[in-house]
């Protein structure tokens, strides 16, 4: 069965104390592995696609990076306005387009 | 990108009640989805809404509970039929956009109370 696993389920930095999440799978046939954030009251918002292990990609203060048994959600230096939660999706084979989810990882960042 | 819309954005349900939850993309997209969003869960997918056709729903999920609706390229409904306090979650749509990426874009959700 297809499973996406985040850890830690939260987290609290100081701001400027960099870390990182995580999010392992077991997903057959991974076509893609997503992040997303998702302030309180809001649909996920897009952040970042990787398909293949080895690759990275940036975005701010944003690093996703991808093995063939896991990604890691760098933050580096973080501000407060960086608080909310990142979920993490596998794109799974079999010519649907399903994502499958974790459950997510709380981030607050305090002043 | 896509700029997804739903209505309402939230509801209080007597049981027994159905709600009917609109989706609205401003452009074309390939595909549409319906996804529930339970406290301290996962998203889960429900179905994906098809242009045209019967929606296509994942294990666990049916149609006499959940009608979808896909009159055209831009604009979906879920309906929550029935409802039990176990249908409390939020509810989100999502789209692939035209284009080629397989990354969803997501609504603002719709958050379903049931009494």
């Known amino acids: 069965e297809d499973q996406v696993t985040q850890s830690p389920e939260a987290l609290r930095l100081q701001e400027g104390e960099s870390s990182s999440l995580n999010c392992s799978y077991t997903v057959s046939g991974l076509r893609g592995l997503f992040w997303y954030r998702q302030d309180p009251g809001k649909g996920p918002e897009f952040l970042f696609t990787l398909y293949s292990a080895g690759e990275e990609k940036e975005k701010e203060r944003l690093k996703a990076t991808l093995t063939k048994k896991e990604s890691f959600l760098h933050i580096t230096a973080p501000k407060p306005e960086d608080s909310a939660t990142y979920l993490c999706a596998g794109h799974t084979q079999g010519g649907s387009e399903k994502l499958v989810f974790g459950k997510g990882t709380k981030l607050t960042v305090n002043p | 990108s896509a700029v997804i819309s739903q209505k309402p954005s939230r509801d209080i349900c007597q049981r027994g009640t159905s709600l009917t939850i609109q989706c609205q993309v401003d452009s074309q997209v390939t595909m549409m989805f319906w996804y529930r969003q339970q406290p301290g869960q996962s998203l889960t997918l429900i179905a994906t809404a098809n242009q045209g056709s019967e929606a296509t729903y994942e294990s666990g999920f049916v149609i006499d509970k959940f009608p979808i609706s896909r009159p055209n390229l831009t604009f979906s409904t879920l309906t929550v039929s029935n409802m039990s306090p176990e249908d409390s979650s939020i509810y989100l749509c999502?789209?692939?956009?035209?284009?080629?990426?397989?990354?969803?874009?997501f609504g603002p959700g719709t958050r379903l109370t049931v009494t």
């Open positions: 999502s789209a692939l956009p035209a284009g080629g990426g397989a990354e969803q874009y």
